[in-house]
Each structure stands twice: as structure tokens, then as C-alpha cells.
């Protein structure tokens, strides 16, 4: 008998931090064990001289370091996301992320080499330090990478499987043909559930490929449409288009702090900082929001 998918997610998303915290120690123990069985597989065709636990602290080492990183750097995915509208702003601060991912990972790994080979009575060459950051962050750079694609892709399908917008049809009595009916709410399915969303409680809506992000009281809730398509259904007079992949409702705008190029960042109540491009910041002006 097939179990309801909806009774997983019930019992899953009240201990869902047990399983990632799960997720990531056994991410990084297997890496470790599978590394250090490598690691001992070069020592010994290489005829290196090394006492025999060292393959497992150079390889432990850098996993656990590895493994105390990541709730940062799931909170540093947060704040800069690399979604469709984000990406060339968020860009730099990732690249810049892997170079400080990759410091913190070099002098706390070879803290605790360092560490253990002087309770084991031996030294710990590093060698030279340059030498050893530009190899380190050969590596961490794909490890980052890497990282970033698990958390992205374990954010949006959490988001996928939580709710999902769809917008009401409209009824067979209603507006004639070729006028555009305005929903004034939005059927969300969450958990099995189904309750209305009024729009004026949307805060900005976000592209993500075939999917619009619906922003309420910091939640997202995909609706499988495009920009245009929803630009076309909503308020003129409430939600404007400030970006290609952003549309904000302007009762919700704190202010528009320009930006050099032309750009603007728009501030909104919730905290949330969206883009407004050039070729959408003129039409702004009319409204009279605060600058």
C-alpha cells in the first residue's frame, strides 16, 4: 500500500534540523574515511616516511573543519543567494566568500594538525604558507562550489514541498472575454492543506526559472508562472516590476537607496534589500517613494 507523501512531510519537517545535522556528519565522516584510505594508498606508492595515523589527522582534520563551516556557510547562501535576478550581484561576495571559506578552513585545519602531532611528541610541517593557501584553495574552491549547489537545491526543493501558490480560477459568471481578471487572493497548497492568500499580503515576487516566488511574512510560495504572465494578473497600482526578476508591492517599500550605474537597491519592511534596474527606476518616480 503506497504511504501518502504528505504524512512523510508531516513527520519529517518537526525534526527536519536532526536530519541535516545527520546529513552532514555522515557527509563528512564517509569523506573522511574514504580520504584517509586514499591518503594511505599515495603515502605507501609514494614510500613516504610518515607514522601511520597521520593520513587519518591530515584527512579528520580537514573534514572537521569542514563540518563546523557549514552553518555558515548555509547562512551565507541566505543572505547572498544565487538566484536568476541576484546573480551578478551576488556574485563577487561568493567570490570573495571562497577565499575566506578557504583562509578559515587552512589555519584552523592545521591548527589541529599541529596540535596533535605535539601531543604525539612530533612537528607538523606546513611548509610554506603561500604555497599551501594557493593549493588549499584549488580545492576548496570546488568544495564551495559543491556546497553551494547541495544547500541550493535542498533549499528549493524544501520550498517545492512545502507550499505551492496557484492562482484561482476565475468563475464562469465573471468578467467577459478578453478583460483581465485581477485575483485578489491566492490558492496555497501546504501540507495537505489549502487556505487563501490575500494578495495585498505579498511582499515581492521573485522569478526562479518556471516558478515566481510569492514573499509573505518571510515565506516563499512558488506559483508556477512567468513574470509576465503575473505582471499582467496583479494590481497595476500595487505591485510595480522593478527588475526582470523582481516585482514589489509598493506599500511594502521602506526606500530606494540608488547605486552606481544607475541601479537602485530597493529596502523593504521585511529587511529584504531587492534590485531595481535603470530601465525600471524611472517609473518609480511617479509613485513619490521615499529615496
Known sequence: MDRDPRDFLQRYLPRRRYFEVAFWVVFYAVGSIVNTKIAEVDVRRAGLNVQPWAPAVWEWSSHMVGLALIPALIAYEGRFPLHFGSFRK??????????????????????????????????????????????????????????????????????RLQGEATLLDAPDSGPPEG?????????????????????????????????????????????????????????????????????????????????????????????????????YRDGLRRYQLPA
Open 90 to 159: 551576488n556574485l563577487p561576495w561568493h567570490v570573495l566568500g571562497t577565499v575566506a571559506y578557504c583562509a578559515i578552513h587552512v589555519v584552523a585545519m592545521v591548527a589541529l594538525r599541529k596540535a596533535f602531532y605535539a601531543w604525539q611528541g612530533a612537528v607538523y610541517d606546513s611548509g610554506n604558507w603561500l604555497v599551501t593557501f594557493f593549493y588549499e584553495y584549488l580545492k576548496d574552491f570546488r568544495s564551495y562550489i559543491f556546497l553551494l549547489l547541495i544547500v541550493g537545491a535542498y533549499r528549493l526543493f524544501m520550498l
Open 179 to 279: 478583460s483581465i481578471e485581477r485575483p485578489e487572493r491566492f490558492l496555497v497548497k501546504k501540507l495537505g492543506k489549502e487556505f487563501l492568500l490575500p494578495a495585498g499580503d505579498i511582499e515581492w515576487m521573485q522569478a526562479m526559472g518556471n516558478y515566481v516566488n510569492l514573499r509573505v511574512r518571510g515565506r516563499d510560495y512558488p506559483l508556477r508562472s512567468t513574470m509576465a504572465a503575473i505582471e499582467e494578473r496583479v494590481d497595476a497600482t500595487k505591485f510595480v516590476r522593478v527588475h526582470r526578476s523582481y516585482i514589489v508591492n509598493l506599500d511594502q517599500v521602506v526606500e530606494i537607496e540608488p547605486t552606481d550605474g544607475g541601479d537602485a537597491t530597493i529596502k523593504m519592511k521585511d529587511g529584504a534589500e531587492v534590485p531595481c534596474s535603470r530601465r
